[in-house]
Nanobody, 128 residues
């Protein structure tokens, strides 16, 4: 069981992109689906999650003045069995490897420890 992420790349500050995460191994709708970010030299951190019930949560980096709320949008397409993370107004601090992960039972948490299925990630670079 694994994911395939795509959509990363080099984006200028203020730009936008959409990451996607799909699998043919299981149905996403029964899992909590989280997006995580890992910056170079930093611990992996939760960014957003959609629970199996469709409840959406966003997580800010502790101490950060750059909130993801209003800039990040997580969604799930059950027909396509794909999850998305739309990011707008990209900032340098948003850069990193973005990974999607699934957890069951399907409740969201920012902790990566409860997620058991992981993708390999897609790199997001923010630079002018």
């Amino acid at each position: 069981l694994n994911f395939v992420e795509s959509g990363g790349g080099l984006v200028q500050p203020g730009g936008s992109l959409t990451l996607s995460c799909t699998t043919d191994g299981f149905l996403l709708e029964y899992y909590a689906l989280g997006w995580f970010r890992q910056a170079p030299g930093a611990a992996i951190e939760g960014v957003a999650c959609v629970s199996s019930a469709g409840k959406i949560s966003y997580y800010d980096r502790l101490g950060s003045t750059s909130s993801v709320k209003g800039r990040f949008t997580i969604s799930r397409d059950t027909d396509e069995n794909t999850a998305y993370l739309q990011i707008s107004d990209l900032r340098p601090e948003d850069a990193g490897e973005y990974l999607c992960a699934a957890a069951i039972p399907g409740e969201c948490t920012a902790s990566p420890d409860v997620y058991t299925i992981w993708g390999e990630g897609t790199q997001v670079t923010v630079s002018s």
